[in-house]
């Protein structure tokens, strides 16, 4: 279900600690021991940067005085990076240059500590740096979810789809996308009013939900309009699925709010690996899969197989 | 530095984490390998190595204070200015590598 990936990660936060001194990796380790967090270290800022691609932490402790490539330098390098230049970065300075501190803020740390380590100070500005953290992330992803139904909003389709493409088109891998909108909802909403519409959106919403699977992107896509992404996964997968919400839409009780069935069309476009349509192409072909669902009479899902030279058009429902 | 009735210089020097749970262990960690760091310090003085010698000194200054033992931080930054100033020379410093030694040789655990 995408809403379970969706809510804050409550692991143990990651922090790197990228010092060469391993000393201080044995320091930290001892000072942090009763942290609710997990230590990884590294003593290069060449090993340390491909570590912070590797694990995504949710701090790093950068030591800036190393020999090769200095903590500078590695700063300068994640905060260039898109990928990593959201990462906090709390500078290790033995150095007692106020001057250094200034450049290390400057170039986007978040804080510092001095060497050697006071365990309070220590403490709590690792745990101010992840509490900081956490909300943020929180916060920006608050602003990824549509406020009525609880699935990704617009914002976060446009980013993931981005991110999807690029990635099934480096990796060949399948993907598929599928749009729905409901049949006659202005009806039911003139008919049984605003209230009982919204309750419908919602529980189209959650049945979408429960039937998309782990790795699967439900959105609202506009008003009545729902669109999932599915990565790794065939058109032909992709158009089971969307038979599955739709026969659940249809069987779904909604004891007299709105005292009427409700039905949803679909539609999808898929590759199986290898395709060359671009990726607002994709969206347009998905839409017309949609309207040729609704002109056919609705309540069904069409599908295209975009991967293969000439669209194919296959029926379902 | 000495005198004749139990001097400061012939008493032990314990960590100042000395008491604390969290660091007592790899405080004996760092105590028992000071002989070989101080070892490493007095090969590199024998080899004329005033790169090596500068490292280590770097090093410890860096570490010690980090399990306790600020005085021998001091020292060993005291050692490595020196270094700076004299251009490589190891006579230069030899006073500074002998206070750096004779502090490393009163540590003890507890
Ligand atoms: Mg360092």
Same mark, same amino acid.
């Given at each position: 279900?995408?809403?379970g990936?969706?809510?804050p ?5 990651i ?6 001194c391993?000393?201080?990796h ?6 942090l021991?009763?942290? %609710?967090?997990?230590? *990884?270290?590294e003593? !290069? &800022?060449?090993?340390?940067i ?17 020999p090769?490539?200095?903590?500078f330098?590695?700063?300068?390098? =994640?905060k260039?990076e898109?990928s990593?230049s959201d990462?906090?970065?709390i500078?290790? !300075? &033995? ?7 200034? +450049?290390?803020?400057?170039?986007g ?10 365990l ?8 101010? @740096?992840?509490?900081?953290r956490?909300?943020?992330q929180?916060?920006?992803?608050r ?8 699935l990704?909003n ?6 993931r789809? %981005?991110d999807e +493409? ?9 993907? !598929? ?15 049984y009013?605003?209230p %009982? ?7 189209v919403a959650?049945?979408?939900q429960?039937? @998309? ?6 959105c609202?896509y &506009?008003?009545?309009?729902? @669109?999932?992404?599915?990565?790794d996964? +065939? ?5 089971? =699925?969307?038979e599955?919400?739709?026969v659940a839409?249809i069987?779904a009780?909604?004891?007299g709010?709105?005292?009427q069935?409700?039905?949803i069309s679909a539609?999808? %476009?898929g590759s199986t690996g290898?395709?060359s349509? &671009? ?5 347009? *072909?998905a839409?017309r899969?949609l ?8 309540n ?7 991967g293969s030279k ?8 | 530095?000495?005198?004749e009735?139990?001097t400061?210089a012939?008493?032990p020097l314990?960590? /100042? ?5 969290d660091?007592? /262990?790899?405080? $004996?960690?760092f105590v $028992? ?5 101080v #070892?490493?310090?007095r090969s590199?003085v ?17 570490? #010690?204070?980090g399990y306790g033992f600020?005085v021998?931080g ?5 050692? /490595? #200015?020196?270094?700076r100033?004299?251009?490589g020379?190891? $006579?230069g410093v030899?006073?500074?590598? $002998?206070?750096l030694a004779?502090?490393?040789q009163r540590?003890?655990?507890?």
């Amino acid at each position: 279900m995408t809403i379970g990936a969706a809510q804050p990660n409550d692991n143990v936060p990651i922090v790197l600690v990228i010092d060469d001194c391993v000393d201080v990796h044995r320091l930290l380790a001892a000072r942090l021991r009763n942290e %609710a967090l997990e230590l *990884v270290c590294e003593t !290069s &800022g060449e090993a340390g940067i491909e570590r912070v691609h590797q694990i995504e932490p949710s701090l790093v402790l950068l030591d800036l005085d190393m020999p090769g490539m200095d903590g500078f330098e590695v700063l300068r390098r =994640l905060k260039d990076e898109t990928s990593t230049s959201d990462v906090p970065v709390i500078v290790l !300075s &033995g150095m007692q240059s106020p001057s250094d501190k200034v +450049t290390a803020f400057d170039l986007g740390a978040v804080d510092y500590i001095t060497k050697p380590f006071d365990l309070m100070e220590l403490r709590v500005r690792i745990r101010s @740096a992840l509490k900081m953290r956490h909300l943020i992330q929180m916060l920006a992803q608050r602003a990824q979810i549509d406020g009525l139904t609880g699935l990704w909003n617009r914002a976060h389709f446009d980013e993931r789809w %981005a991110d999807e +493409t690029k990635r099934a088109e480096r990796s060949g891998s399948p993907l !598929s996308l599928a749009v729905f909108d409901l049949d006659h909802f202005k009806q039911v909403n003139d008919t049984y009013g605003h209230p %009982a519409g919204d309750t419908v959106l919602q529980g189209v919403a959650r049945l979408i939900q429960n039937i @998309a699977r782990q790795a699967d992107i439900a959105c609202r896509y &506009g008003g009545e309009e729902f @669109a999932i992404i599915m990565p790794d996964t +065939t058109p032909e997968h992709a158009i089971n =699925l969307c038979e599955r919400i739709r026969v659940a839409i249809i069987e779904a009780d909604w004891h007299g709010k709105p005292g009427q069935r409700i039905t949803i069309s679909a539609g999808v %476009a898929g590759s199986t690996g290898q395709t060359s349509i &671009g990726r607002a192409e994709w969206i347009e *072909v998905a839409d017309r899969n949609l309207y040729r669902s609704k002109s056919e009479g609705r309540n069904r899902a069409s599908m295209t197989d975009v991967g293969s030279k000439g669209p194919r058009l296959a029926d379902a429902g | 530095m000495s005198d004749e009735q139990g001097t400061p210089a012939d008493q032990p020097l314990i960590s /100042e984490f000395a008491s604390d749970p969290d660091m007592i /262990e790899i405080v $004996e960690y760092f105590v $028992e390998e000071l002989p070989k760091r101080v #070892a490493a310090i007095r090969s590199a003085v024998t080899d004329s190595d005033a790169q090596s010698l500068k490292t280590l000194a770097h090093q410890l200054k860096g570490a #010690a204070p980090g399990y306790g033992f600020t005085v021998i931080g001091e020292a060993a930054g005291v050692l /490595e #200015a020196s270094l700076r100033v004299s251009d490589g020379s190891i $006579e230069g410093v030899m006073g500074q590598v $002998e206070d750096l030694a004779s502090l490393c040789q009163r540590v003890r655990i507890r």
